[in-house]
């Protein structure tokens, strides 16, 4: 398996199309859907032209999460958006799609991994994640993994017309 970047325990590899399947009973799992402001059903159809339209033509960049101890099976997904070299600053995202891996700590790895991932490849200064305040266990791992808060935006729509309060985390290049 070709890794962009391998952890002890987990590793982040581009997605592919085949993956889209994957994407789809994921983002459709309520665990994970209640945690996005985009809380629709996927759709294989609307998934695959998605990876057509932005992850092939480079608007966003995802990648699978993989468990290295369990055949490179694929357990989740890190994307990265809103990328403009000349503001030296890209958005990030991750879940952890299987069910049985939560708690395991990928989550942390997975955030650590990407921060490393997004300063070497994209060449910014700061990478920030947007979270749902509620949302406890993503908060704790991006805050263990390095990532500062750094500004609250209250009342976000969500697709579902549920509106929560989000934070804005950050993490900025360290200087070596």
């Known amino acids: 398996m070709k890794y962009d970047i391998v952890g002890k325990t987990i590793g982040l590899r581009k997605m592919k199309i085949d993956d889209c399947e994957k994407i789809v009973e994921w983002r459709n799992n309520e665990r994970v859907r209640e945690r996005y402001v985009y809380r629709e059903k996927f759709s294989l159809e609307a998934q695959q032209k998605y990876y057509k339209e932005q992850v092939q033509t480079k608007n966003v960049f995802q990648y699978m999460i993989c468990e290295l101890n369990n055949n490179d099976r ?6 990265f958006k809103d990328y403009k070299l000349s503001d030296r600053q890209i958005e990030y995202g991750l879940f952890i799609g299987e069910d049985d891996t939560i708690g395991k700590g990928y989550g942390k790895e997975t955030a650590q ?16 994640s947007s979270i749902f305040c509620d949302n406890i266990p993503s908060l704790v791992i991006h805050i ?11 009342d976000v729509e969500c697709t579902d017309g549920e509106r929560k309060d989000m934070i804005i985390l950050e993490a900025k290049r360290k200087n070596t």
Not at 116 to 127: A, M, P, S, T
Not at 144 to 154: E, R, W
Request: glycine content about 10%.
């Open 113 to 128: 991994l990407s921060m490393e991932l997004g300063f070497e490849k994209f060449e910014v200064d700061r990478i920030i």
């Open 144 to 154: 263990k993994a390095g990532m500062l808060p750094c500004m609250i935006l209250h």
């Open 74 to 79: 694929a357990i989740g997904s890190v994307v």
